[in-house]
T-cell receptor, first 115, second 115 residues
């Protein structure tokens, strides 16, 4: 069964510190892997999109890595800010004829950045 | 910057009633999607829509659900006879094309509460 598991479930860090969020998936074959940021009560916003052949992708202070052999991805946040407090969701898109109808979502890591 | 909008932001209804959730996708996008997120759970795919027909749907999207593009701008999700377990956040998303690497843009969501 296609699954995406994330750890930790929640994380509290101090402003200015770095953190790394983990994602393990069993989706195979897959087309691409995405990290989304979801503020409370809002829709997810895309941070990074990586195809299976990419190892790393950056977007400002966010850097995502992908190891397709071990089926693991991570999202590293540098110099955290209070506005980084949100849920971070790992999403895997199965390779299904090139379409992207069925995104497989992880449950997310709830990050709290404290002053 | 163009964005996906959804109305209403919160809908309260009695069990057994019909509800229609509305979405206005980004204007030049051709593919539309509905997702739901039960409180504390992961986001789940419901249905994708292209060229006035459903292109993919999940097991959740049973006969109680229907989607429609009634005009050139709106995309609706109808639940015919709501159940308590339909209480969730419903997110609409759109993408320019339907390829697996195309980014989906999510709306802010409609919180549906079934009493």
């Amino acid at each position: 069964k296609n699954q995406v598991e994330q750890s930790p479930q929640s994380l509290i860090i101090l402003e200015g510190k770095n953190c790394t969020l983990q994602c393990n998936y069993t989706v195979s074959p897959f087309s691409n892997l995405r990290w989304y940021k979801q503020d409370t009560g809002r829709g997810p916003v895309s941070l990074t999109i990586m195809t299976f052949s990419e190892n790393t992708k950056s977007n400002g202070r966010y850097t995502a890595t992908l190891d397709a052999d071990t089926k693991q991805s991570s999202l590293h946040i540098t110099a955290s800010q209070l506005s980084d407090s949100a849920s971070y969701i790992c999403v895997v898109i199965p390779l299904s004829g090139g379409s992207q109808g069925n995104l497989i979502f992880g449950k997310g890591t709830k990050l709290s950045v404290k002053p | 910057e163009p964005e996906v909008t959804q109305t209403p932001s919160h809908q309260v209804t009695q069990m057994g009633q019909e509800v229609i959730l509305r979405c206005v996708p980004i204007s030049n996008h051709l593919y539309f999607y509905w997702y739901r997120q039960i409180l504390g759970q992961k986001v789940e795919f419901l249905v994708s829509f292209y060229n006035n027909e459903i292109s993919e749907k999940s097991e959740i999207f049973d006969d109680q659900f229907s989607v429609e593009r009634p005009d050139g701008s709106n995309f609706t999700l109808k639940i015919r006879s709501t159940k308590l377990e339909d209480s969730a956040m419903y997110f609409c998303a759109s993408s320019e094309l339907g390829r697996s690497y195309n980014e989906q843009f999510f709306g802010p969501g409609t919180r549906l509460t079934v009493l």
